[in-house]
């Protein structure tokens, strides 16, 4: 052995040794001490392997549990803790603070992921039992249990899940139980909410609540919509037409969508052949011309076009059509005429509703925008920050259409309109919509769509790959007439062989027949068409033979009274209340008289089970007292002409009202130069606007709020803002809404309402940067270029242009003579220079602007 590394050896040891004795209790023997660190050594080791064992970065897999490493860790813990326990009292402390950093750490966390992985297997039992019922293709009160118990069972174990340590190995516990769980259960999504929905309408139905009813089946038909499974689909839309066949026809709600469009919805199919004339003769607004109706594929739908929808408490009328229904006797149940008092004023802005590309060629495309309605002007656009007019042929206010040409296949673009104002009286006007696109290559669909079938009694459901256009169904030899060929979404086609071709089918077969069906003509929406392969198959099909009280009342700050009830109701003979009491005072002959009683409107809809009553002015509420009110026997009659035969009582308090008026106003004014807008308040009292004026969160230009940093500052006076917007702020030309909120003057007042905005024209006020990289074309030639186009401008009015620009060689400053060419600044150096020269261009103040005006950004750019 090496002499000197035996001297190093030895005084390793003779350090250890001495370490070891100064930390040793005087009292313990050496063997014990000796016992005790080994023990503590091999529960630290237990611990380590426990560590990776539920790591995913060691052999953890989020499925199985590390018991055995587990139980070993315990067991050299539990050895461990005994010896410790042995030692002085005044030498466990630094032990056993071992053992709880690097061992019981360890073991608690082992817990938690055994724990979550009992939890997860807990899900897995309930997701197994959703699974079942999928693959059954049923949508019953067996699903909608097993869809409810999977939810609550995630809820439910979700925490268990969340405390496993570490993010990736806590990721993979939630991806193995939580995340496929949520797959399962998300994948039936709509078709439980759509059977829950219909659950409710048939209990509405069965209590003869038509409007909870027809608000159920309206919820239902949104969740069919983006129901996938074609079978279960099949099976809510017979529970959707069976519980839709047992409502009253009549008008479900008549909105205007905007200033010249109204929608009529009814809760059944209009006859089929109805024409657009029957529809125009039955809608009548009072003092406007209605010029075309259209009627929706599934006929329960008209969209009319009128001069103006915008009216003011005008009588509206949609007069009695025929429907597809007919009574006992055979005759053709109409719908019941609907009336109402309509109020409307188109008080949204347009938007882009849709995109369209028209390919010129391969590389090259037209995009048509498609704005939600009629428009008065477009507005400005720009397309990636440049603004474009677009030719008259390419523009059709009328239809909300502008067509912008020649954009590159594959290129990215930002599209801004900014003040595009529909056709409303009073104007609405979006003030900045901004669309970021690449415009996609030419899609060529080559596949043929294919479908699937299925019959469930009457009906005969068809259910394509993608949506497709109406093609021809026959029937033992006989074509379904096209009107009896129902869609909704283009996808699923239902046919009620019952009702088809005027009940022909069924004319000889009083039960059920059984004949051929051949499917064949449907094609998809592809540029160039793909029709479906013949298809034919034998069905037999089943005919179907099978032959208000009080929810609560509110009395509202106005003084009037609503009255809520279970059902439509009618209120012609209405009248009067009797008082009963008053903040518990019997009143022995009290009445209020009613002056008039209505189905309230809430967003153009009546609401048929409300009333709301007028009391006459000398008999109103007095405010904060409760009253108990009376509705005398046979006053409230429902849609059937069923009276109340009890008294109807109820509990009323009128609130204090809410709002107060704001006393004098403050009016403004608005001036504005590039980008400078100086709002003057019309105030002439001396003390005049407090600093709310001065706080930028109280403005917006086009609906954007000013920043923090915007400068604003009182002018001669406190009557008088001048407000600088930040460079940036304004990104494209156009007029944009000004307005003003929150602002108070020295006592109080607040602005006025509608005179707190203003019509401005602003510049966009984005300042070019110089991009770094140099472009050296030559050996006396470079070129410079920005973040966008410049121009040369004498900005100090001393006919010098290009000042504050120069030029380095190596360092040195270079003569040379500056010009703009497409944009950029080309810089031509008086002596040559040498491939491996540097050549700086530096910008300070420079007389460069881009074509709105702004001065280039100070900075330097070099090869």
């Known amino acids: 052995m090496n002499k000197k590394k035996a001297i190093k050896v030895l005084g390793a040891s003779a350090i250890a040794a001495s370490a070891f004795v100064a930390t040793s209790p005087s009292s313990a023997d050496a063997a014990s001490v000796s016992q005790v660190q080994s023990l503590v050594k091999k529960a630290k080791d237990a611990g380590t392997v426990l560590k990776w064992a539920i790591s995913t970065e060691g052999s953890a897999d989020g499925t199985t549990r590390p018991w055995a490493q587990y139980n070993a860790a315990k067991a050299a813990r539990d050895k461990a803790v005994a010896a410790i326990n042995t030692l002085p009292a005044s030498q466990k402390a630094g032990y056993l603070a071992d053992i709880e950093q690097n ?46 118990a999977l939810s609550t069972e995630i809820r439910k174990q979700a925490i268990l899940l969340d405390r496993v340590y570490g993010q990736t190995t806590r990721d993979e516990i939630r991806a193995n139980y939580k995340k496929a769980a949520e797959t399962v259960r998300d994948s039936v999504k709509y078709e439980v909410s759509a059977k829950i929905e219909l659950d409710l309408a048939k209990k509405a139905i069965a209590a003869n609540d038509a409007a909870t009813a027809e608000k159920h089946l ?6 069919m919509k983006d129901v996938k499974n074609a079978t279960m689909k099949a099976a809510l839309v017979k529970t959707f037409d069976e519980l839709e066949a047992q409502l009253t026809p009549e008008v479900k709600s008549v909105t205007a969508i905007n200033a010249k469009q109204l929608v009529v919805k009814f809760n059944s199919a209009l006859a089929k052949g109805t024409t657009e004339a029957q529809l125009l003769a039955a809608l009548s607004l009072e003092t406007k011309a209605d010029s075309s109706a259209t009627l929706s594929e599934d006929r ?11 009216v003011k408490n005008a009588k509206l009328t949609v007069k009695a059509l025929d429907t597809d229904k007919k009574a006992a006797d055979n005759t053709v149940i109409k719908t019941a005429e609907y009336n109402a008092v309509f109020s409307f004023e188109d008080v949204v802005a347009p938007e882009v509703a849709d995109k369209k590309f028209n390919y010129t060629s391969a590389t090259s495309a037209d995009m048509t925008l498609k704005f939600s309605e009629e428009l008065s002007s477009f507005g400005t656009i720009s397309v990636n920050g440049a603004q474009v007019t677009p030719a008259p042929a390419d523009i059709d206010l009328a239809k909300g259409e502008v067509v912008l040409r020649g954009l590159e296949v594959g290129k990215s673009y930002t599209i801004d309109v900014v003040g595009a104002t529909d056709a409303a009286v009073k104007t609405n006007k979006a003030e900045h919509i901004t669309l970021s696109l690449t415009v996609p290559a030419q899609q060529v669909d ?14 005969l459901a068809l259910t394509f790959s993608e949506e497709v256009t109406k093609g021809s169904v026959s029937i033992g030899g006989v074509a379904v007439a096209a009107n009896d060929i129902t869609t909704t979404d283009n996808k699923t086609f239902i046919v009620d062989v019952q009702k088809a071709n005027a009940g022909a089918f069924f ?10 069906v051949v499917i064949n ?3 998809d929406k592809a540029s160039t068409p793909n029709t479906m392969k013949e298809v034919k198959f034998n069905s037999t099909f089943t005919a179907d033979n099978t032959a208000a009280s009080l ?14 009830f279970n059902e439509e109701v009618s209120a012609a003979s209405l009248s009067a209340l009797t008082v009963k009491s008053i903040d518990g005072i019997f009143q022995s002959n009290t009445n209020l008289t009613v002056d008039s009683a209505i189905n309230p409107t809430v967003d153009g809809e009546v609401v048929k089970n409300k009333l709301e009553l007028t009391l006459a002015a000398g008999t109103q509420l007095a405010t904060g007292k409760n009253y108990v009110l009376e509705v005398a026997a046979d006053k409230v009659a429902d849609s059937y002409a069923n009276k ?56 917006t230009v086009g609906g954007k709020a000013l920043p923090a940093n915007t400068d604003i500052k009182f002018v001669d006076n406190k009557n008088k803002v001048m407000i600088t917007l930040p460079e940036g702020f304004v990104t494209v030309n156009g007029t944009f809404t000004f307005a003003a909120s929150n602002l108070t003057d020295a006592y109080g007042n607040t602005l006025a309402d509608g005179e707190n905005t203003a019509q401005v024209d602003l510049t966009e006020n984005i300042a070019p940067t110089v991009n770094t990289a140099l472009t050296v074309n030559s050996s006396n030639e470079a070129v410079v270029s920005f973040s966008e186009s410049v121009v040369s401008t004498d900005i100090d009015g001393d006919a010098t242009f290009f000042e504050g620009i120069s030029v380095k060689v190596n360092g040195s400053t270079a003569a040379f003579t500056p010009a703009v060419n497409n944009g950029k600044l080309t810089v031509k150096l008086t002596n040559a220079i040498t491939l491996t020269d540097k050549v700086t261009v530096e910008f300070k103040d420079a007389e460069l602007t881009d074509v709105n005006g702004n001065q280039v950004k100070n900075g330097t750019t070099s090869n």
Do not use: C, W
């Not at 309206?218 to 969740?223: G, L, S």
């Not at 080559?446 to 009906?459: E, L, Y």
């Open 521 to 523: 003509g449907f094609a």
């Open 300 to 310: 329960k739908t008209v969209t009319y076009t009128l001069d103006s929808t915008e």
């Open 218 to 223: 309206t919820e239902a038909a949104k969740y």
């Open 644 to 699: 109340n035969d009890k008294a109807i009582t109820l509990n009323v308090v009128r609130p204090e009202t809410a709002e107060q008026q704001a006393g004098k106003v403050v009016t403004t004014t608005i001036s504005e130069d590039k980008n400078v807008i100086s709002v003057v308040f019309a105030n002439t009292h001396v003390n005049g606007m407090t600093d709310s004026v001065l706080s930028p969160a109280n403005y």
């Open 551 to 564: 929810v609560r009342a509110e009395a509202k700050a106005d003084g009037k009274l609503v009255l809520e």
């Open 103 to 148: 061992v019981n750490l360890h073991i608690n966390r082992t817990m938690s992921y055994i724990d979550a992985i009992t939890a997860g297997e807990k899900i897995n039992v309930k997701k197994a039992a959703l699974e079942a019922q999928i693959a059954k293709n049923l949508i019953d009160d067996n699903t909608e249990a097993a869809y409810h």
């Open 446 to 459: 080559s596949t043929i769509p294919t479908v699937s079938t299925s019959t469930n009694g009457n009906k």
């Open 507 to 516: 004319a000889n077969n009083a039960n059920f027949f059984t004949s051929e």
